[in-house]
Structure formats: C-alpha cells, structure tokens
C-alpha cells in the first residue's frame, strides 16, 4: 500500500474520534461552550442516553448571524488569538474543534442569537457538511441539538453500551459542571424525565447534597474557606496554591477512588497523584480498602498549569507539581485535624444500624399514631406472648381485652368494647404491640388472610405482614452481626447501567451489611456472589435490579438514613405480593411470625398490615343487638 494523505473528510472522523469518544463527550464540550459563552441557565437534555439525540440550551450571549457558520470550522474559536495566549487559558475550550468534532459524526442543529442582535439564525450541518442555514427568531442565548450521533460511524456505534450505560455517563458529565459552577443552574432530562437539577444558589454544598443526598451532605465538611462569600483558603501556600471544597468525615467512606473529585480553575481533572495525596491524609482514620469522599477545588495562576496535553482536556500538566500536592495534603490534613482530632478506625459494619434505626423508627413514629409509646427495638423479642390456648377455651362469646395479663399500667388500653366497636373497620392500634393468636380461616383475593382472633375478624394484608416480618428479621441478623446470605452457585456479572453505577459504588457497603456480596468487575460491572437470604425465591440480578431502582426511587426521603432506608426497600421487594395465592399452612406459618413481630401492627412504610372487624360491630350488623 502506498501512503497517501488521508481526504479531509477522514481525517475529520479520526480526529472526532478523540474529542467525541461517547454521547457523555458530545454533552461535556457542548456544556463547555454554554459556560464559556456566560450562561447561568443550563439544560441539557438527552434521548436514548445521547444517541438519538443530545441537547443543550443555554442563556449565553450567543454567536452572531455572520460568524455562526464559521463555528463549525475545524479550529475555528473566538477564545484564543495566538500561541502566547495559550500560556494563560481562562476558558473552558479554546481548541476549536468540538463543534466541528460532533458534527462530522453527527446531524446537528445550531440555533443561535447574538444578544446585540435583533434575530437569530439556524444552521443544519450533517456529517460535516453545512447543509442550510436561515435566519430565524429565537431568545438570546444558543439551542445545539445533536441528533444520530456516529450515524456515520458504524464501528463507533458499535462500542457504545446500552442507553442506560451512557445517560448514567451523562449524569456524572452535569454533576460535575454543577459541582465546578454551584451559581450556575444546570438541569438533565433524559428521556422525558428530569434527572438532576441543580438550583444556581452558588453554595457548593447544595449541589453536592443534591447529587449524593443528605446523609452524604451531613458528613462533609468544609475544607479551606468553602462556600465562603470571599477569602483567601487557609490552605493557600506561598504559590498561591488555593485548595477549597468539601471532604468526607471518616465516618464516610466509599470502595473506590470514584468519589475523590478535582476542580483545577473549575476545570474537572484526573490526577492520581492528588487522589494519593488525600488518601495519605486519611491514614489510620479509614480502614484499609475504604477511601474518602472529596470534592476539592483547586485554584491557582492559569500560567502555572498546562491544560493543553489532552484532547478532551481531562489532564493537566502542574508546572509545580510537589507545591500542589502539598497544598492539597496540608488543606484536607487540616481539614480532618479540626473535624475529627482522635484518628478512629470505624466499620461501617458496626456503625450502621443505631443511628440509622433509631432515625428511621422515629420517621415512622411520627407519620404513626400520636400518643403510641416508643417501642424499645433493642429489647429482646419477647415471642407470642399469648400461649396457645385450647380451641374450646377461647374466649367467643365475651367481648373482652384479648389479653390473658392485664397490659401494664403504662400502656394505653387498646381501645375495646363499645369505643371500638363505633367505627366498623379500624387499623390494630399500633400501641398494642401484642398481637393474639390468629386462627386462620383462609384468603381473600389471594390478597388478605381472613383469620379469628379474640377481638374478632381480623384482614391481614400478607403482602405488608410479610415485610413487617422480614424487616425486623433482617433488623435481628444485623444486630447479631450475621445477615443471613444466599450464596449463588455461580457469581453474577452485573453490569450496573443508567447511573446505578454511581448508586452501586456509593451504597456497595451498606448493600454488603445487608447481605449482598459484591465485588467490582472493572468499569462499571460488578460480581455478585451472594444475595441476602431473603430474596433466596428470587432471580438475582432482579433483586440487584430492584434494590437499586428502590434507592434510586427513595433518594430524597427527607430524614431517612440510607442503611435504614436500604433494609426496607429489600424486604419490600423481598415479601409476598398481594395475588399470591397462599396454601392454609404458609398462612398459618406467616401470621404466627408475625404475631413474633415487636411492632406487627403496621408495615415498615407505616402502613398497617390488619384490619379487625369487632365481634360487636359484626353483633350490631346482624341485628343481635339492640343499638
Ligand atoms: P472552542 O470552544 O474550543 O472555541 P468549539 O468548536 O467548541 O471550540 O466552538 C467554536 C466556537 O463557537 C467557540 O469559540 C464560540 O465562539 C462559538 N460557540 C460554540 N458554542 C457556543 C455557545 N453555546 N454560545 C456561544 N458561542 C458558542
Ligand atoms: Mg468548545
């Protein structure tokens, strides 16, 4: 083969090839320009994560009609002049090539308006040829619409992962910009749904509980002068070296380096030997294999950086590279001196149940009954406390507490006799934390357990007794110390897309204290080699799925801890469903667990798991009695 110059239209693909490697990269660059172009208002939205269609509309100042085509040119930029400039880069591009990167790969839209000027203009480029362009109204500010990106790029297309793989690659891409410009207001709809929304308060802060929650945001804390209105970092050093951001107490602590985050100038940057650096300052205050959260904000001299060494500008060359490690180790040393003076080794393990539990009972206590006394969790199951008694013995004709020991004197009375028998159907009051012996006499809609008791009819929702009673189950097995697992024959690849790889990495350790057992399989695939015991009848990538999707959907309960919330969502998906049918046994065997439960009243979510219908009302209904 003889060598030949590759045609411009080639050597414009390869070259795509590096500025555009994912849907995620199209979002980064066009983000990019919305920020370099002033905006504060920020939207991103995307279709089958990107590849059918991204979009980013901004406030920015816009392009005029006359220089709008010209954006598309192969280095063609309004942010460098010449080489010198190049030495202090202020912007987020300065290359020139994004824009005619995406659309030699792509079909792209530009609606543009100058804010000195009067219209707009739209231009429609495919795969790098300018196809129309008009003018056309529109606000101020610029809408670039990418659609069928690598249309003409099959091999590209190839190696892109499913939807859900590269919206989750999109939604760190916006994290990160808001985290970078907390003032700024971004916003992601994927697919119809908004996804992340950042609010623009300028607080650093904000944003970082907005993408990891509350639990995460209460175990931050400030490093340097962050979210200061001015001020010079307390870790600025002689090179005027300032480090800022937030770092993680050593109660918090993740499996990876993933959540170890650099803003150099704003700019997000990948710097081994800085995440080394703040791993060193947690020595001896995290276990081994455990490492911080951090979101640090370096700012220094644009002159001492060189940020052009890598296409998609992901890494930076320091000039003084020892001064900013040092800058960096010193802040967050600080940082954790001040927050945490006595270095402690903490599990996760053993640190997980009792403040999350006693958070979570207190949530439930409230959305509860008003006056019902607190229930002590840590007392030691008691078991059914009524014996048995002998069919003939049963109490069936008077109308009486259903107690063979009268309750002690603190316990509010459960409400009996003519008070109760006023409303036809009430919830079991969830004071009485006994529950009678049930006699079961069989099953309605394949839904409710119809059963007997001393009050008389009692409807037990199967699908919400069975998660009261695994609930408190799992709750024993973790206070014991051992969940109990099921282990699988063979381990599970999973593949964690849609941004649950984030959720995976952030919650692997409250999932391992739950029973799962995981272990990452590079990128964003996980082995799983052992489910908790619960979900035993169940498959178990569904039951990986649907714990996820479950975070996922409880994220922003308010007051809810994560582990907490964690138990629940499993013995939520883990229970019997309504529309099972149950043979009389398993009824049997599942109203005596939960006559076991400390709290059988009501579900973990706080709603009640039976209904009775008193023996009175049934008296009254029939007309045996006179009303
Ligand atoms: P670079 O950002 O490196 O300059 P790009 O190809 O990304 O190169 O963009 C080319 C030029 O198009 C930019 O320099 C800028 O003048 C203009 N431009 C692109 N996007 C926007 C936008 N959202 N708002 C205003 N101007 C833009
Ligand atoms: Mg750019």
Redesign the pocket.
Known sequence: MSIRVLSPEVASRIAAGEVVERPASAVK??V???L??G?DEIRVEVREGGRRLVRVV?N????PASEAAL?FERH????LRSADDLEHIATL????????SIASVAQVTLL?RHVDEAVGSQLRVEGGHLKSQEAKGAPPG?V?TVENLFYNVPARLKFLRQPATESGHIVDVVQRFAMAFPERRFSLVSDSRLVFQSTGSGRLHDVLVKVWGLDVGRQLVPVGMADADEGVGRAGSAESIRVTGYTGLPTLSRSNRNHILFFLNRRLIQDRSLAFAVTEAYRNRLMVGRYPVAVLMIDLDPELVDVNVHPAKAEVRFREERAVFRAVQKAVHATLAEHSPVPEVRSEGLSWSMPGWAERRQTLLAAGQSQQPALDLSRPPTGPVWPPPPAAARPSSQPEPATTSPPPPSDPAPPVGDSAASDANHPIPQSSNVLPLLRVVGQMGATYIVAEGPEGMYLVDQHAAHERILFEQMLGQQAAGAVAQQALLEPLAFEAGSGYAGLLAEYSAALAGAGFDLEPFGGDAWLVRAVPAVYSRVDPRRALEETLEGIADGRDLVGESKEAALVAVICKRAAIKGGQTLSLEEMRQLVRQLEACRDPGSCPHGRPTMLVLSRMQLEKEFGRRGS
């Open positions: 660059e066009l990019e320009n919305s370099d172009a905006a901004d920015g100042v816009g392009i954006a063609a930029t309004s942010k591009g300065f290359r020139g090539e994004a824009l005619a543009t610029t670039v």
